[in-house]
Nanobody
Framework: QVQLVESGGGLAQVGDSLRLSCTPS??????????MAWFRQVPGKEREFVAA????????DYADSVKGRFTISRDNRKNTVFLQLNSLKPEDTAVYYC???????????????WGRGTQVTVSS
């Protein structure tokens, strides 16, 4: 079973930056063949898309709410995907999840492997 492991969450102030990382553990994952994405969820709300990056970083997509503030990137040599969070706002407070999917993945149900999440809390 492939497990994705997120790290880098924590407590931040408004305007601060954080960098999240995600790497697979357990059964070997051919990392460079998967689209990688970040989602987030606030208690009581549905999990929402944040950003996605294609296997070789050719295509990158962002939710409108994070465009210009967050940056997704990946290092296939290190089997790691990153999410740089800049200019943090209180509404960015959520549990952030990493996910891996086939290159044709579009919606959440298309993603095959998920992490357990890392908490990001932004205080004003």
């Amino acid at each position: 079973q492939v497990q994705l492991v997120e790290s880098g969450g924590g407590l931040a102030q408004v305007g601060d930056s954080l960098r999240l990382s995600c790497t697979p553990s357990g059964r070997t994952l051919v990392f460079s063949t998967f689209i990688m994405a970040w989602f987030r969820q606030v208690p009581g709300k549905e999990r929402e898309f944040v950003a996605a990056i294609s296997p070789h970083s050719i295509r990158i997509d962002y939710a409108d709410s994070v465009k210009g503030r967050f940056t997704i990137s990946r290092d296939n040599r290190k089997n790691t995907v990153f999410l740089q969070l800049n200019s943090l706002k209180p509404e960015d407070t959520a549990v952030y999840y990493c996910a891996a999917g086939n290159p044709t993945a579009v919606t959440q149900v298309d993603y095959l492997f998920w992490g357990r999440g890392t908490q990001v809390t932004v205080s004003s």
